[in-house]
């Protein structure tokens, strides 16, 4: 008999709901919405079935890194791989979720012990997952990855690293946010942001994800699903 697989899907959706604000919340440095219209990302419905035209026609404004997305090098790196030219190899292939129970943020104490190696595909879940999805607003706190974290798993050459929050980094002081994406980018790492994974345990599953070819991106919009 053919073996039932269990699927979960990581993907934070965009709101589609007009005039509603957006879903997820909308990180400091953003560019601010344009004079009365309400923030990114916006859906704009020019024709809707259920209003009775003949087609639903729809129009999608946002950043390069509203809900889940990947950050390819060039987002910090001048000359950087761009998210077209990524390796599909860096988002398909066998993963780990590692479980973080430190409230404040990813320490290299508690994840040492997992003997994390070259070229592994680790996503980590935190307390954010879920309660910081049902705000709409940048207003932590929130579980963050430490600097030397960040360092620890560029030095060990791991290929992919996830986070389910919509930034990896803490914004105090404002330049650790460059900091922390610049040792994972600068070591042609690529991460994967705002993923929800509440209800998946730790554990090794088969990660299926790929970004929007976007040419020249700096980062790609993508739906991520996790075989168990």
Known sequence: MAKDFKYYDLTISLDTEIPLPPAMPVKPGDPP??????????????????????????????????????????????GGTTIDNMDVNTTIGPCRVIEIKDQKSVTVAEIEPYKIKAGERILFKTSNSPK??????????????????????????????????????????????????????KAGIYILEAINLDGVAPGKYELICLPLRVRAGDAGPCRVILKK
């Open 33 to 78: 919405p344009p004079e009365n219209k309400i923030p990114l990302p916006r859906v704009y419905r020019f024709f809707d079935v259920d209003k009775g035209d003949k087609v639903t026609l729809s129009r999608y404004e946002m950043t390069s890194h509203d809900g889940t997305h990947i950050d390819a090098p060039r987002h910090f790196i001048p």
């Open 132 to 185: 910081v999805w049902s705000k709409r607003q940048w207003d932590g706190p929130f579980v963050t990855l430490s600097l030397e974290a960040a360092k620890y798993l560029a030095e060990k050459k791991i290929r992919l690293v996830g986070f389910d929050y919509i930034s990896l980094a803490s914004a105090a002081p404002p330049e650790n946010i460059g900091w922390v994406h610049e040792a994972f980018l």
